[in-house]
C-alpha cells in the first residue's frame, strides 16, 4: 500500500510562483511514476505532468507547458511541482498520484495512477 501525502498549496497573484510537495510511503519509492493532476471547480480532472521512476523522463499538459516543472527527490521520497508564471485559470485542487511503473510510458488519464493524495488548494488571483 503507498499513501500519497500532497502540500504547498495557497494563495497567489497572477505571475507568481509556487512549488508543491508530495511525498509517497511505500516499499519501494524509486519504483513509483508520479504525476501530478488538478480539478478547477465544475470541470473534470486534467493531467499536469509526470515524472518516469527513474526520473529521466517528465511530460507535461499543453496548459503548463514551459512554465510548470515536476522533479523528484528519492532520497526524500518526494516529488515536487515547480509553478512559475501562474495565471488565474491556473487555480484548482491539485493532486498527486502515483503507481508502480517501470516503464517510460506516458500516462495522462486518472483511472492509469492506483494511489492518489488528498489534493492541496492553489488560488491564483488576478
Known amino acids: 500500500q503507498v499513501r500519497v501525502v500532497d502540500s504547498g498549496g495557497g494563495l497567489v497573484q497572477a505571475g507568481g510562483s509556487l512549488r508543491l510537495s508530495c511525498a509517497a510511503s511505500?516499499?519501494?519509492?524509486?519504483?513509483?511514476?508520479m504525476a501530478w493532476f488538478r480539478q478547477a471547480p465544475g470541470k473534470e480532472r486534467e493531467f499536469v505532468g509526470q515524472?518516469?521512476?527513474?526520473?529521466?523522463?517528465?511530460y507535461y499538459g499543453d496548459s503548463v507547458k514551459g512554465r510548470f516543472t515536476v522533479s523528484r527527490d528519492n532520497a526524500k521520497r518526494s516529488v515536487y511541482l515547480q509553478m512559475n508564471s501562474l495565471k488565474p485559470e491556473d487555480t484548482a485542487i491539485y493532486y498527486c498520484?502515483?503507481?508502480?511503473?517501470?516503464?517510460?510510458?506516458?500516462?495522462?488519464?486518472?483511472?492509469?495512477?492506483?494511489?492518489w493524495g488528498q489534493g492541496t488548494q492553489v488560488t491564483v488571483s488576478s
Open positions: 498520484a502515483a503507481r508502480y511503473d517501470g516503464t517510460s510510458y506516458i500516462r495522462t488519464a486518472t483511472y492509469d495512477y492506483d494511489y
Open positions: 511505500g516499499r519501494t519509492f524509486s519504483r513509483l511514476g
Open positions: 515524472i518516469t521512476a527513474s526520473g529521466g523522463d517528465t
